[in-house]
């Protein structure tokens, strides 16, 4: 499964911006989906995710993006996005998206497949 974020850039705090996850030779709809991050010199963090199709479209946040991001998908376009709002610069990170059949899909832990990322970068 190859996935690929786009759709980062350089925003001012307090900004928007909004990513895409797509992929190549896969159906995403069968897959739960997760978006995760990875600023400089850190570790890469779960920033959320959304259920596959006949789940319910439950989505889950972490608790530092709760409230400003948002994760939705369009089967149609077979493409999952990250819409973010209030920016701040402790955002700024890599973002990837990652795809799951695991039963702990609401968690980092269930993903072991991630795509090529996108750059996002808040300034002050």
């Known amino acids: 499964v190859q996935l690929q974020a786009s759709g980062g850039g350089l925003v001012q705090a307090g900004g928007s911006l909004g990513l895409s996850c797509t992929a190549s030779?896969?159906?995403?709809?069968?897959?739960?989906m997760g978006w995760f991050r990875q600023a400089p010199g850190r570790e890469r963090d779960f920033v959320g995710a959304?259920?596959?199709?006949?789940?319910?479209?439950?989505?889950v946040y972490t608790d530092a993006v709760k409230g400003r991001f948002t994760i939705s998908r369009d089967n149609a376009k077979n493409t999952v996005y990250l819409q973010m709002t209030g920016l701040k610069p402790e955002d700024t990170a890599v973002y990837y998206c990652?795809?799951?059949?695991?039963?702990?899909?609401?968690?980092?832990?269930?993903?072991?497949?991630w795509g090529r990322g996108t750059l996002v970068t808040v300034s002050s």
């Open positions: 959304i259920s596959r199709s006949g789940y319910g479209r439950v989505t």
């Open positions: 990652a795809n799951s059949q695991n039963v702990n899909w609401r968690t980092a832990g269930g993903y072991n497949n």
């Open positions: 030779g896969v159906t995403l709809r069968n897959y739960h």
